[in-house]
């Protein structure tokens, strides 16, 4: 018979299922963490269990925050079973669970509760995952978004925040008014720099309610860069009946991930420290730029590539796109011709290697992934992960016919049917306008679609890069999506 996860279940957990290796009352808040979803809980929640099960930093424990409904339905479903989470590793050669019980509370999810939360002295750390679409980043100037709706109303109102960086700040200029030390802000995100984009988001925002904030955010708080890495797809009723059948306990918010995880950060934190994470397996490093580059343009750009492929020919799951041939060979052709030769060396790092280790985590079936999670909000995506390779490689001579056939299969995606005349589903912010621009691209105005300012900058003016996509888009229209790939993987 399953057993309902609470504290009570976990002297009696089934048989193969790992608990905490620690007396979970001993744990007190350090962290407060924006944005309780699936990989923070599979990622950072399993490094910080771990470094409790050996007796060390029990007061980093985390408490969870956040505004929006979906928060506020995670946190219900949390407190009913008092913060535990079942993390399910999708190992090909064996499936294996545990629970993790490093999270103590959730703020209410309200503006307040949450403020209040960042401000308590005993929280050393805020960390966050947003999402890419979160942190008000403006494409053109890659700064703050400062005319966002929501960043002019946090700049009029300090005292009543939208944001979760509006919050921050809030929570800032509480404990520097009663002279507690400030929290590090720690991103959680696949952003290129991370740190410092939140460093310029927070700076950015105090600018503009209180420039003596926003200089005392700049000396005095830090941003450290970091790199995360663990493939965690949504949690559905088949995740749920997995949890319950196969491992006898019943969750209501059960994690699926693959085996893997990395955490590189940059060791540069703030006065009140950091949880020893190298114990268990997180890397600490002076620079994490060239880690996070090689994840960003290997694994998120590999993603891409492989996302709007395998839509238009038709896959639902990432394993089976990786099974077909035009989409293996499609990936491994563009990310070793011309994603990693913009890549720096990193010592003790073989590309190679790291390249084959990403094909066959795309190819595990058991972890379940969707073509539709890969291809979700393209507009934010792709200037983070395929755009800035684009523009190393213009700068440096060389050419960019296989990048610019990965934007011109997003506008073919965009499009809206695949090859077979299917439609597919909007699932982006800015639907509308990329597909009636994709319409346009199709119909001889490639130009239509370049010229998307807020995706594409001044980069859909490059003469290089706009011939290369013209001509990438027309083989698409013209000889199909199969063909064209074929002939960039021969080539």
Same mark, same amino acid.
């Given at each position: 018979?399953?057993?309902?996860?609470?504290?009570?279940?976990?002297?009696?957990?089934?048989?193969?299922?790992?608990?905490?290796?620690?007396?979970?009352?001993?744990?007190?808040?350090?962290?407060?963490?924006?944005?309780?979803?699936?990989?923070?809980?599979?990622?950072?929640?399993?490094?910080?269990?771990?470094?409790?099960?050996?007796?060390?930093?029990?007061?980093?424990?985390?408490?969870?925050?956040?505004?929006?409904?979906?928060?506020?339905?995670?946190?219900?479903?949390?407190?009913?079973?008092?913060?535990?989470?079942?993390?399910?590793?999708?190992?090909?050669?064996?499936?294996?669970?545990?629970?993790?019980?490093?999270?103590?509370?959730?703020?209410?999810?309200?503006?307040?509760?949450?403020?209040?939360?960042?401000?308590?002295?005993?929280?050393?750390?805020?960390?966050?995952?947003?999402?890419?679409?979160?942190?008000?980043?403006?494409?053109?100037?890659?700064?703050?978004?400062?005319?966002?709706?929501?960043?002019?109303?946090?700049?009029?109102?300090?005292?009543?925040?939208?944001?979760?960086?509006?919050?921050?700040?809030?929570?800032?200029?509480?404990?520097?008014?009663?002279?507690?030390?400030?929290?590090?802000?720690?991103?959680?995100?696949?952003?290129?720099?991370?740190?410092?984009?939140?460093?310029?988001?927070?700076?950015?925002?105090?600018?503009?309610?209180?420039?003596?904030?926003?200089?005392?955010?700049?000396?005095?708080?830090?941003?450290?860069?970091?790199?995360?890495?663990?493939?965690?797809?949504?949690?559905?009723?088949?995740?749920?009946?997995?949890?319950?059948?196969?491992?006898?306990?019943?969750?209501?918010?059960?994690?699926?991930?693959?085996?893997?995880?990395?955490?590189?950060?940059?060791?540069?934190?703030?006065?009140?420290?950091?949880?020893?994470?190298?114990?268990?397996? *997180?890397?600490?490093?002076? !620079?994490? #730029?060239?880690?996070?580059?090689?994840? &960003? @343009?290997?694994?998120? /750009?590999?993603? =891409? $590539?492989?996302?709007?492929?395998?839509?238009?020919?038709?896959?639902?799951?990432?394993?089976?796109?990786?099974?077909?041939?035009?989409?293996?060979?499609?990936?491994?052709?563009?990310?070793?011709?011309?994603?990693?030769?913009?890549?720096?060396?990193?010592?003790?790092?073989?590309?190679?290697?790291?390249?084959?280790?990403?094909?066959?985590?795309?190819?595990?079936?058991?972890?379940?992934?969707?073509?539709?999670?890969?291809?979700?909000?393209?507009?934010?995506?792709?200037?983070?992960?395929?755009?800035?390779?684009?523009?190393?490689?213009?700068?440096?001579?060389?050419?960019?016919?296989?990048?610019?056939?990965?934007?011109?299969?997003?506008?073919?995606?965009?499009?809206?049917?695949?090859?077979?005349?299917?439609?597919? *589903?909007?699932?982006?912010? !800015?639907? #509308?306008?990329?597909?009636?621009?994709? &319409? @346009?691209?199709?119909? /001889?105005?490639? =130009? $239509?679609?370049?010229?998307?300012?807020?995706?594409?900058?001044?980069?859909?003016?490059?003469?290089?890069?706009?011939?290369?996509?013209?001509?990438?888009?027309?083989?698409?229209?013209?000889?199909?999506?199969?063909?064209?790939?074929?002939?960039?993987?021969?080539?």
């Amino acid at each position: 018979m399953p057993i309902e996860l609470n504290d009570g279940a976990l002297g009696r957990l089934p048989a193969g299922v790992q608990g905490p290796a620690y007396d979970r009352s001993a744990l007190a808040p350090g962290i407060v963490h924006l944005g309780v979803g699936n990989f923070h809980r599979a990622h950072m929640g399993v490094y910080l269990d771990a470094l409790f099960g050996r007796g060390r930093d029990q007061a980093f424990a985390i408490t969870g925050a956040g505004v929006r409904a979906a928060d506020a339905a995670m946190r219900e479903r949390l407190s009913a079973q008092d913060f535990l989470t079942t993390v399910v590793e999708l190992d090909p050669s064996g499936l294996s669970a545990r629970v993790t019980g490093g999270m103590v509370g959730f703020a209410a999810v309200e503006a307040e509760a949450t403020v209040a939360a960042m401000a308590d002295p005993r929280t050393r750390i805020v960390s966050l995952t947003v999402t890419e679409g979160g942190w008000f980043v403006d494409a053109e100037t890659d700064g703050l978004a400062a005319d966002h709706p929501d960043i002019r109303a946090d700049a009029a109102a300090q005292d009543a925040p939208r944001t979760a960086f509006g919050m921050i700040l809030l929570a800032l200029r509480r404990r520097r008014a009663a002279g507690v030390a400030p929290f590090t802000v720690l991103s959680c995100d696949n952003l290129p720099h991370n740190g410092a984009v939140a460093r310029r988001t927070v700076a950015g925002l105090a600018r503009l309610q209180d420039g003596g904030l926003a200089d005392w955010v700049e000396a005095e708080v830090a941003f450290p860069d970091s790199m995360v890495d663990c493939i965690t797809p949504a949690t559905s009723e088949r995740e749920r009946a997995l949890v319950r059948d196969r491992f006898g306990i019943v969750d209501r918010a059960p994690v699926v991930c693959e085996p893997f995880r990395q955490w590189v950060l940059e060791d540069r934190f703030g006065p009140l420290g950091r949880p020893a994470l190298e114990e268990v397996g *997180a890397e600490f490093v002076p !620079h994490v #730029a060239p880690y996070e580059l090689m994840k &960003l @343009r290997i694994l998120n /750009g590999g993603h =891409a $590539a492989i996302a709007y492929a395998g839509a238009l020919l038709g896959h639902h799951f990432v394993h089976d796109a990786m099974a077909d041939r035009r989409v293996a060979a499609w990936l491994d052709a563009l990310t070793r011709r011309e994603i990693q030769p913009t890549l720096r060396p990193i010592a003790g790092v073989s590309y190679d290697a790291y390249r084959a280790l990403i094909a066959r985590r795309f190819a595990n079936p058991e972890v379940g992934d969707t073509i539709p999670r890969l291809a979700l909000d393209g507009s934010n995506r792709q200037p983070k992960f395929i755009l800035p390779t684009v523009r190393d490689r213009l700068a440096a001579g060389a050419g960019v016919e296989g990048l610019a056939l990965e934007v011109a299969l997003w506008a073919r995606y965009c499009a809206g049917t695949d090859e077979s005349g299917r439609a597919i *589903a909007p699932n982006d912010d !800015h639907a #509308a306008d990329l597909k009636a621009r994709a &319409l @346009r691209a199709r119909g /001889g105005e490639p =130009a $239509a679609f370049l010229s998307n300012a807020r995706v594409f900058g001044d980069l859909g003016a490059d003469l290089r890069f706009a011939g290369a996509f013209g001509a990438a888009l027309a083989a698409l229209w013209g000889g199909g999506v199969e063909r064209t790939l074929a002939a960039y993987a021969g080539g």
